[in-house]
Nanobody, 124 residues
Framework: QAQLVESGGGLVQPGGSLRLSCAAS????????MGWYRQSPGKQRELVAA???????NYADSVKGRFTISRDSAKNTVYLHMNSLKPEDTAVYYC??????????????????WGQGTQVTVSS
């Protein structure tokens, strides 16, 4: 089965920057869209940004103008460049691969995958 591996989280001061990476591995034929979600204690998981295979992007209003999502389709990797970070951006960030098509022993299957999550803490 495919796997998503995230990296790049950590502690940063308000106003600082971080870059998250998420690489999908496995016998992957295609991925319709990849995105980043986040969840902080007591809150529901929310969409931060997503990008389709065609390059269309979608952002949460709270991050527009500060975050940029990009994708290297050849490497099945998605990035989230986060600038002007605020304390309210503190959360566990999860990578998502929507409608990932992969080879199996018996043919192909289409599944939605999640990464394990990476902590982003914005604090002075």
């Amino acid at each position: 089965q495919a796997q998503l591996v995230e990296s790049g989280g950590g502690l940063v001061q308000p106003g600082g920057s971080l870059r998250l990476s998420c690489a999908a591995s496995g016998t992957i034929l295609s991925i319709t869209a990849m995105g980043w979600y986040r969840q902080s204690p007591g809150k529901q998981r929310e969409l931060v940004a997503a990008i389709t295979s065609g390059g269309s992007t979608n952002y949460a209003d709270s991050v527009k103008g500060r975050f940029t999502i990009s994708r290297d389709s050849a490497k099945n990797t998605v990035y989230l460049h986060m600038n002007s970070l605020k304390p309210e951006d503190t959360a566990v960030y999860y990578c998502n691969a929507d409608r990932l098509v992969e080879k199996t022993t018996y043919g192909t299957q289409t599944k939605n995958y999640w990464g394990q999550g990476t902590q982003v803490t914005v604090s002075s």
